[in-house]
């Protein structure tokens, strides 16, 4: 068999021949092309004549007995019996009298989905019987077989790969109900607070599931802004303050099409938590506070000293720590904070003095 100028005599020649007439129909003994049912039939001679020939929505090309053929395509969740026949195989052997009965084998015939083509033993025509689902099987492999009426093998198998094409069946879908995400108070303007993601079960790189992802609402204010492309949200707003708004709750929308009109959509809800920072100054109950003790009295509560601070309750930046400036030279008291009311208690620890009836102190407390 021969394939092109190099191999096949009388080739050149044909070509020069052809002349102005390459837009019409060429018939040659080396080259025969023809139209039917809107399809392309490409038949190549080897050099005693016979040949073999798959029809097929592309051409088709066959070189050293051997068939090589682009892959066909079927819409999925469409019928398309009405193309039918999809494909036809077809053997020279046919031409020389010899009885051949095609068959067909692979994914749709003898490996999932079952029932899915059939061949018309006698003629080669390939039919399809049913709906595809591409996110299940995005491509169908088959091969097409010329046997005689006993069965043996008149030519080598024609490999016909099916792709299937997407349509947008599919819409995205969040990895959580809601994302949940936090941030400190006074960040920057386009500090990244947290990023979502969805997939879409429609064809990779393919519009379908190209996602795009946009705020639909958030409460109390327009207070993060969203990348449309990764999901990144980030801070559109420098005046972010606990002690005012200490969360916020988004609903996010993810659209494929690349968010155009008519794509699918999904939605999902972000709960965004203000982190507290030290930015409060802890503030005394009073200035001057005074208080009594029998004498000879140790490890006794004095006093206490209430302090307000406006950072998170409970929290490191809350808590006051008290200690003293003046006033305690002799190590005779002690002062600590009580954790659940974040007060100062001023106690008596040492008792080496003698006062008459009644002896007076001075303390100087700092509170940070």
Partial sequence: MCFGQAECPGYAEAIQRSGLQQQQSIHHKWLDVMLMFNLVFLQVYDRSGRSGMLSHPNSLVRQKREWTVPPAFIREEEDNSYRNPIARIHSDREDAGIVVIYTISGQGVTEPPYGLFVIDGKTGNLNITGKVDREKTPMLFLRGHALDK??????????????ILDINDNPPVFSHEVFVGSIEELSETGTIVMKINATDADEPNNLNSKIAFRIISQNPSSAFSMNKDT????????????????????????????????????????????????????????????????????????MRIKVFDKDEEFSDNWLANFSF????????????????????ILTLVKVKYTCGTHCTFSKLVKIE
């Fill in 150 to 163: 006993n069965g043996a093998k008149l030519e080598d198998p024609i490999d016909l790969p099916i792709k």
């Fill in 325 to 344: 400036v003046s006033g305690n030279e002799g190590g005779f008291f002690r002062i600590v904070t009580d954790t659940k009311t974040n007060e100062g």
């Fill in 231 to 302: 999901g990144e949200v980030r801070v559109a707003t420098i005046n972010l303050d606990r002690e005012t708004q200490s969360s916020y709750s988004l609903v996010v929308e993810a659209k494929d099409l690349g968010g155009a009109s008519g794509g699918n959509k999904a939605t999902c809800s972000l709960e965004i938590k203000i982190l507290d920072v030290n930015d409060n100054l802890p503030v005394v109950q009073g200035h001057a506070f005074e208080g009594s003790i029998e004498e000879n009295r140790a490890n006794v509560e004095i």
